[in-house]
């Protein structure tokens, strides 16, 4: 029998509870994250020894040294992602079967996807010159999104966070098929982050292929978010999140020496900042801060991040000697937004529905085919 919500082990909530309100607090989060590597990919780059880095000419801290200063740890919109990533697929598939988290996250992934694919290809055979683009072999390899695990070249470098999406979503399918409970996805964060940790020193492809070491603390931070979310905090799940923020500023100082234009200090400042703000969010200290407006911005979100790179560095580099940098930056990113708007009413709906019509049908077929044999 499962135990009250409030014990150190509680069981799931009565299908008769009230369903939970929308968070919209985290959709506005997302978009926040979003625009911050939106604004690092434009204007918090300053090696210009890498194609595409020197979209301005000359390092961008000598053009607006105060948006650089800003811009510069944009790239932690990344990490950001992630933690909402492992909080949000907790919620969303909590009570679903296999089959309705694989449609949700084809339906939710895929069409946005494949726009961005072919809309940054289009750019770049367009407006040449900027970055190099993939032979067609290898674009269209790129719409399975399984381009990493066959060493094919991504058509756009921010597509490297979805392979850590993707490896995410398929150990979690493991434990949504087993049916989610707080004991199992406890289970789930602990062997998972065990094998994050013995990843590096085990000197097996496999094991880090699967653990993932650069993103797994981020996810379990999320999944454990969720669960002081629906159950309530207790001394387990503030050590998860604890261990989590440990991990976590290790891969950040990672990060900070990969990209050289920041400080840990910093990003573990931002980073400790958001985290305390999920905290707030999943103790429901939050649950007033509402509006459609955010929803909206949630939804801009994902098309804003699939676009935004190559396209709009490509577009600033061409531009960058008629008119201001700041004003560029602001005007190219205004545009992306309006873009990602028009994806998601005109390209993520239809398309989904669609999808998840088509995929519901299979589903059908394959349990009636299987019943007759």
């Not at 950001?80 to 084809?106: A, E, H, L, N, Y």
């Not at 094998?195 to 797994?216: E, H, I, K, Q, W």
């Not at 700041?326 to 992306?336: I, K, Q």
Request: charged residues 15%.
């Amino acid at each position: 029998m499962a135990e009250r919500p409030g014990r150190l082990i509680p069981g799931p909530r009565s299908p008769l509870d009230p369903p939970r309100p929308r968070l919209h607090l985290i959709d506005g989060i997302r978009l926040i994250a979003a625009l911050m590597v939106v604004v690092h990919h434009y204007a918090g780059t300053n090696r210009v020894d890498q194609p595409g880095n020197a979209i301005w000419g000359r390092p961008v801290s000598e053009i607006m040294p105060t948006v650089f200063r800003f811009a510069s740890f944009g790239w932690i919109g990344v990490e950001i992602f992630f933690v909402i990533s492992g909080f949000v697929i907790c919620m969303s598939c909590w009570g679903r079967t296999p089959r309705q988290f694989f449609v949700s996250r084809v339906i939710r992934l895929y069409p946005a996807y494949w726009f961005g694919v072919f809309f940054t290809t289009a750019v770049l055979v367009l407006l040449p010159g900027v970055w190099e683009r993939l032979p067609l072999r290898d674009v269209l390899f790129n719409l399975t999104m399984l381009q990493a695990g066959s060493e094919v070249g991504n058509v756009d470098a921010v597509y490297w966070t979805l392979w850590a999406e993707l490896r995410f979503y398929l150990l979690f399918l493991v434990v949504v098929a087993m049916g989610l409970t707080y004991r199992r996805v406890i289970v789930f964060c602990c062997v998972w982050g065990a094998a994050a940790m013995l990843a590096p020193v085990a000197d097996l492809r496999l094991l880090t292929l699967a653990a993932d070491p650069s993103a797994t603390w981020y996810f379990i931070a999320g999944l454990a978010l969720y669960l002081m979310h629906r159950f309530g905090q207790d001394l387990l799940l503030w050590g998860i999140l604890a261990m989590s923020w440990l991990m976590g500023q290790r891969e950040l100082a990672l990060r900070v020496e990969y990209e050289g234009v920041s400080s840990w200090r910093g990003a573990v400042l931002i980073f400790t900042v958001f985290l305390l703000v999920m905290v707030a969010i999943a103790l429901g200290h939050t649950h007033r801060v509402r509006g459609k407006w955010l929803v909206t911005a949630g939804c801009l979100t994902y098309p804003l991040y699939l676009t935004h790179y190559l396209a709009g560095t490509t577009v600033i580099s061409r531009l960058r000697d008629a008119m201001d940098a700041r004003l560029l930056v602001v005007l190219v990113t205004a545009g992306f937004l309006a873009l990602s708007w028009l994806i998601h009413r005109w390209v993520e709906r239809p398309v989904s529905r669609r999808l998840k019509r088509g995929l519901d049908s299979s589903f059908a077929r394959l349990r009636g085919a299987g019943r007759r044999v």
